[in-house]
């Protein structure tokens, strides 16, 4: 019901004020699980992705967001449950797949799931590598992935800033994409390739330059250097 609410009220309230502009909405699936996957360029990506989809799409948010007291607290808890936001601890290893473990249940569902495949947003507006849990998560759940391209949504609410701005924005849903033909979840090989796929379908609705490296910073120790050669080599 809070969901169905905050989409009936804000997604009106957004569209009369930003009027962005959105290609292929009649491109999500109206039923069944779907794996949202998008590029990332500003904090607000998750809100304008649920609040113009053609349906309630979750998305994960750091459980801080749900865990304030007082009114403040209660508000942000409210809006965030309301535009789908999933609360999760910030991390990794066990805590980046018990984010995926909850995406997955969302998708098993029959919900609509986004996830951002570079894994944290943009700083220079290229694209990067994705991390190929998209991929997981789609072929777990038999689920199909649609494609998104956000255009500005970095000029929204640049990064630092809490002010939301009046831009103009683009939103490009592309046709889903069927990606069981590339293996089966359990396959490196597969969930890289996958991945590859989806990241060329999305540069090609966005026009950004394309990084073929992961947006991470250089690697401060030994073990995360080791940790990322394994990660590739079981990619391939």
């Known amino acids: 019901m809070l969901t169905f609410l905050a989409r009936a009220f804000l997604a009106p309230v957004a569209r009369l004020i930003w009027r962005p502009t959105v290609i292929g909405r009649e491109n999500m699936p109206a039923e069944g699980p779907v794996v949202v996957a998008s590029n990332h360029l500003s904090f ?129 849903f592309g046709e889903p994409m069927d990606i069981s033909p590339f293996g089966t979840a359990d396959s490196g090989r597969a969930r890289r390739h996958a991945t590859d796929a989806i990241m060329a379908r999305i540069q090609s609705m966005s026009g950004q330059e394309y990084v073929d490296r992961y947006n991470e910073p250089p690697p401060a120790t030994v073990r995360e250097r080791v940790r990322r050669f394994f990660r590739a080599r079981a990619e391939l």
């Open 44 to 172: 607000i990506d998750s809100i304008v992705i649920s609040l113009l989809a053609r349906r309630p799409v979750s998305f994960l948010a750091k459980e801080e967001y749900f865990t304030g007291k007082g009114l403040k607290g209660w508000a942000s808890r409210s809006f965030f449950s309301g535009v789908g936001a999933i609360p999760v601890k910030r991390g990794a290893g066990q805590a980046a797949q018990e984010a995926l473990d909850a995406g997955l249940a969302k998708l098993q569902a029959g919900q609509a799931f986004s996830i951002y495949p570079e894994g944290t947003r943009s700083r220079d507006g290229r694209l990067y590598r994705g991390k190929t849990g998209v991929a997981w998560l789609a072929l777990t759940a038999g689920a199909r992935v649609v494609p998104v391209a956000l255009i500005g949504t970095q000029h929204l609410q640049p990064v630092g800033s809490r002010r939301i701005r009046r831009v103009p924005i683009t939103i490009q």
